[in-house]
């Protein structure tokens, strides 16, 4: 599936899909530190580098798994620490349902399966039962700036990539961070960061039907356009 150190960039890039089922094995710290240092080659707005990596395994992970799961059940709402915006309607909820469509299928869900719906969310704000959970934060004294976000997503997105050409699967996700409290309790993040991204990581369980979906994009003449080529 992936993990060949000579693979070209483009080759990660177009291997490297979301994993949201793991090997239940541990994954070196010395292997997580050398995908960060490749990670933090991202450039950031005039090097600022705004970013943390809290690196959670073992028994913290299993306390955040613990009280994502308790709150949610018990009905608790979303507490992120940053701006959500309005929920997706248009394009963008119609590629937020074509995805879903794409991994439900994948995992045999039905549509009004309400209890397989709920195992699957259930599984996210476990972090998808990785052994490895990193917590993206950024310094808050730099929350006014749109910079910020910006930055945290270039080093998240070189993150996956890295990760994946050592072999590694990982999944951006909100679930993890939605009951931030938990996540802050139990990592013991700092009260000066804001709590921005959950990436679960781990070693990528071939047997899991949703690992192999290739989320479908746009083509680059809907998402681009050319001036002053002709
Ligand atoms: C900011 C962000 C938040 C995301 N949140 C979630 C999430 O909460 N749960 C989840 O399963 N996937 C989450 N994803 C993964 C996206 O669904 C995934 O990247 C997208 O569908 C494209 O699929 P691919 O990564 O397999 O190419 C998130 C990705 C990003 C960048």
Redesign the pocket.
Known sequence: MSGNPDQTFAEVVQGR??I?GYLDKPVPRELIEEVLALAMRSPSSMNTQPYYFHVITGEPLDRIRKGNTERILAGEPDSREFRRGQPFSGKHRERQIG?AVQLFEAMGIERDDKEKRQDWVLR?FRQFDAPVCIIITYDKELSDSDDTPFDCGAVTTALVNAAWSRGLGC?????GIMQSPVVREHAAIPDDQVIM?AVAMGWPDEDFPANPVK?TRRKVDEAARFVGFD
């Open positions: 899909r979301s949201r995805c996210g999944v951006i996700n909100s679930q991204k989320i």
